[in-house]
């Protein structure tokens, strides 16, 4: 099975990289954090790519 990401939404501050980078995996709900809405929706690359930019650590790959 593919891996999934999650959002920490106590870290989480908005900033919306993540959903720029990953627009069908990542979105900002009305709390101002972002979710994952799909987590097979962008390649893995891509999704590690927002892990690794997210400046608060907040996202990481479900065991
Ligand atoms: S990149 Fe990190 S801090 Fe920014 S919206 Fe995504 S999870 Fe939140």
Redesign the pocket.
């Given at each position: 099975m593919a891996k999934e990401p999650a959002?920490?939404q106590e870290?989480?501050?908005?900033?919306?990289?993540?959903?720029s980078?990953c627009p069908n995996v990542?979105e900002?709900g009305a709390d101002g954090?972002?979710h994952v809405k799909n987590p097979g929706g962008d390649a893995e690359q891509k999704i590690q790519e927002?892990i690794d930019?997210?400046?608060?650590?907040?996202?990481s790959w479900k065991k």
């Open positions: 959002v920490d870290k989480c501050i908005g900033c919306g990289l993540c959903t980078i990542f900002l954090k972002a927002a930019g997210c400046p608060v650590k907040a996202i």
